[in-house]
């Protein structure tokens, strides 16, 4: 069964720096997605990402986040100057179309990053 | 604006007994899905169920079934034959028609009990 890889599985970083996290999704797909969970609250959409742009995003994803595809194979989620409240669980996930015309029930997701702000 | 409303934040069930999680939601939407993900420890997030809403017939997936009420904007999960590896957080899912952003609800923690 094909994986949507994320690494790290836990990022501890101070306050202010910037982080990147990275994210292998499934190799045919062509969107790109990535959601975070704050402890204890429910998962929020951050971004989409289809053809090397972004087709979507939340008000969350504010000038601090950017997302890259640098290579083809990654997909990665840029905090530019982390804030405490970034602390949160990061998911990545992947998808070959548009759920209304893909053959695949919905996303693929990865295990997530937990993201530590201290 | 959609919202997705889970009532019960944990739910124990015996194992092989039959287990029902709610979920309702709001939109204005006359099209959109419905999904249950299941997120276990290792916190990967897995598809369960997915629900047109145009359709009429409630979905299935071996154990796995939901109970759609669209008047009601309900969709509960059914889970049968419980098994010591269902035990995990259940997220309930809407998506529009043409769309591709999940909003997700607030999830429900489901242990089963050999």
């Known amino acids: 069964e094909p994986e949507v890889t994320q690494t790290p599985s836990h990022q501890v970083t101070q306050m202010g720096q910037e982080v990147i996290l990275r994210c292998v999704p499934i190799?045919?797909?062509?969107?790109f997605y990535w959601y975070r969970q704050i402890l204890g609250q429910k998962v929020e959409f951050l971004v989409s990402f289809y053809n090397n742009e972004i087709s979507e995003k939340s008000e969350i994803f504010d000038d601090q986040f950017s997302v890259e595809r640098p290579d083809g194979s990654n997909f990665t989620l840029k905090i530019r100057s982390t804030k405490l409240e970034d602390s949160a669980m990061y998911f990545c996930?992947?998808?070959?179309?548009?759920?209304?015309?893909?053959?695949?029930?919905?996303?693929?997701f990865g295990s997530g990053t937990r993201l530590t702000v201290v | 604006a959609q919202t997705v409303t889970q009532s019960q934040p944990e739910m124990s069930v015996q194992e092989a007994e039959t287990v029902t999680l709610s979920c309702t939601y709001d939109t204005s939407e006359n099209n959109y899905y419905l999904f249950w993900y299941k997120q276990p420890p290792s916190r990967q997030m897995i598809l369960v169920i997915r629900?047109?809403?145009?359709?009429?017939q409630n979905a299935t997936e071996n154990r796995f079934s939901v109970n759609f009420q669209k008047a009601a904007k309900s969709f509960s999960l059914k889970i049968s034959d419980s098994q010591l590896g269902d035990t995990a957080m259940y997220f309930c899912a809407f998506m529009k028609w043409t769309g591709n952003q999940f909003y997700f609800g607030t999830g429900t923690s489901l242990t089963v009990i050999p």
């Open positions: 190799s045919n797909h062509l969107y």
């Open positions: 629900q047109e809403a145009y359709k009429q």
């Open positions: 996930a992947s998808s070959e179309a548009e759920i209304r015309y893909s053959t695949h029930y919905g996303y693929t």
